[in-house]
């Protein structure tokens, strides 16, 4: 069996303007994956339909299935749970975007 590489793997939320909506993502390139949310004309998909561009929290892996279990996680996870970790990270919710 091949082993898995090590890279740079990371598990983000987006919010919208209001901070009202969250979206829970993994990326190998988290620069270049806010760009194309905030650039994506995809009328069906959620980041365009709920304007969830605004990065408020992200974590770092070096395996893939580790990223990937941990967003399946969060994902299960009720909105009160979510915004907990969210403030221990980034208490003001301040958009990071311009920090990667």
Do not use: C
Request: without cysteine; proline residues 2%.
């Amino acid at each position: 069996m091949k082993p898995i590489g090590t890279h740079n793997y990371h598990l983000y939320i987006l919010t919208n303007k209001n901070k009202t909506v969250l979206y829970i993502g993994v990326t190998n390139n988290l620069k270049t994956r806010l760009f194309q949310h905030s650039n994506n004309n995809n009328k069906s998909a959620f980041s365009y339909r709920y304007k969830t561009y605004y990065l408020i929290y992200f974590e770092q892996f070096q395996n893939i299935e580790h990223a990937i279990a941990r967003e399946k996680q969060l994902k299960k996870w009720s909105r009160k749970k979510k915004e907990f970790i969210i403030n221990q990270f980034n208490p003001d919710w301040n958009f990071l975007n311009n920090e990667i």
